[in-house]
């Protein structure tokens, strides 16, 4: 359905056909849909989904919109969204409004409610415990699997899951999983202790979610379970949670590769001001550093002086030097967050580049070469000069921008920081050097 479709039909309050259109369509094309509307029209709309659909639509909307939906609903609409909602999902919709807000709906909610969303934001953000949800299905040992599927068909909670179900000591330490399929193909009289399987991996309520997300990569799980300090099963994790983090941590790690202060917030959810403020530290701090450039200019004025064509190929120079090392950072920052290399990698990382450089810049100087001799018709000695500083260049260019991101992580930094304009900001004041100190061995200035 179109979205001039749907305000016609709301504006002409045939919404007995809204609601007809609705049951053919899925929750998240629904969203799409009814959170272009205005706030008034958007309220109208929501009102007209389905209860057993209508918190899973509100999940699925971009967070300005939900929190607008929130403040616009009344008490007791706002109340039954959130007591549908998985509890990580409501724990995020909380994190994001002010606590007058906080308090006013924890006030209406379920005990229950309340217990799960206060103990999810008590863990620090990015963790695995604020990340997992509270709605799974837990089995006591010693049962077998007639009163598993019992308890299990008895248990109200809307589980997030149904891939493993958990079995427990009585104190909730986690002592194995049983599939659904096990359930059903095994005989009903079975103790569940004899056919759990043993879980090789749990994810501690501390760590963090860029490694929460690893583990998924790494053992291709649909979801795990998370543990407290000693061992008791506290929530799970599933992948699309894990979906949300990869792309979360992949945008982080783009801005700050492009020197961009990293925001929660989408592009066009970013006002003005606030774009100004993350952008405009990184840009003074780099006009700062690049007048280095400058200075290095000044310095050898009376060489560019007696040799004017000089400063035609200080641009390319620059610019290939700083291509050169980005495309290293790049290459080794990703590697870096995929965990394909570590510190301990760093000698085999920095060869395999001097290696890759030598090539790269071998090819662009020959190229080079022949155009400043063909084409420019400079001098043999003018050519010689830009080619073997084109050649250095390239070797220090990737050198930096395939150990700094390296030593940036074992100091504790994110490498996403060593990026393209911090490299070549360095590069450029190292092809000024290596150019005016091979010109004035060679010329003789």
């Known amino acids: 359905m179109e979205l001039e479709i749907l305000k016609e039909l709301l504006a002409g309050k045939k919404y007995q056909d809204i609601k007809n259109i609705y049951k053919d369509m899925n929750e998240f094309d629904i969203a799409e849909l009814i959170e272009e509307l205005p706030e008034e029209e958007l309220v109208q709309a929501f009102r007209l989904l389905p209860k057993n659909i209508a918190s899973d639509v509100f999940t699925n909307m971009e967070d300005e919109v939900q929190k607008n939906l929130i ?74 699997i007639k009163q598993s599927i019992e308890r299990i068909r008895k248990q109200k909670d809307d589980f997030v899951t149904y891939d493993s ?12 999983y049983v599939t659904v399929k096990d359930l059903l193909i095994n005989d009903p009289d079975t103790i569940i202790d004899d056919i759990m399987q043993e879980i090789e991996h749990v994810v501690p309520t501390l760590m963090n979610q860029e490694d929460v997300a690893h583990m998924f990569q790494d053992y291709d799980y649909s979801s795990m379970p998370v543990v407290d300090m000693e061992n008791r099963l506290v929530g799970i994790i599933t992948i699309d949670d894990i979906i949300d983090v990869i792309e979360e941590e992949t945008t982080e790690d783009i801005e700050k590769m492009a020197a961009i202060t990293p925001s929660d917030k989408t592009y066009m959810n970013t006002g003005v001001f606030a774009t100004f403020f993350k952008r405009i530290p990184w840009l003074l701090l780099l006009m700062i550093s690049a ?54 990698d760093t000698l085999r990382v920095i060869w395999k580049e001097l290696r890759v450089s030598v090539l790269c810049g071998i090819v662009l ?45 074992r100091l504790g930094f994110d490498p996403a920081v060593m990026a393209s304009p911090f490299i070549t900001t360095i590069v450029d004041a190292c092809s000024l050097i290596i150019y005016f100190k091979i010109a004035s061995i060679l010329l003789g200035i």
Do not use: W
């Open 291 to 344: 007048t280095f450039t400058g200075g290095i200019i000044t310095h050898f004025e009376s060489a560019l002086a007696s040799y004017v064509v000089l400063t035609a190929f200080i641009p390319m120079l620059m610019d290939t030097g700083g291509n050169a090392g980005s495309q290293a950072s790049v290459s080794v920052i990703r590697s870096l967050s995929l965990n394909e290399i570590e510190y301990k």
């Open 71 to 144: 403040n616009a609903l009344t008490n007791k609409e706002a109340t039954s969204i959130i007591e549908d909602m998985y509890s990580d999902d409501a724990a995020d919709l909380f994190e994001e409004m002010p606590a007058i807000m906080i308090s006013k709906l924890l006030s209406n909610v379920s005990k229950e409610t309340r217990a799960n969303i206060n103990r999810l934001l008590r863990y620090p953000e990015n963790s695995a415990g604020s990340l997992m949800a509270m709605e799974y299905i837990h089995l006591k040992k010693g049962l077998t």
């Open 365 to 409: 100087a020959l190229a080079n070469f022949a155009k400043l001799v063909l084409l420019d018709r400079v001098g043999m000695t003018i050519a010689a000069v830009v080619c073997l500083t084109l050649v250095i260049t390239v070797c220090v260019a990737k050198f930096i921008g395939s150990s700094l991101p390296i030593l940036a992580k």
């Open 165 to 176: 179900c958990y079995v427990t000591d009585n104190e909730r330490h986690i002592l194995g």
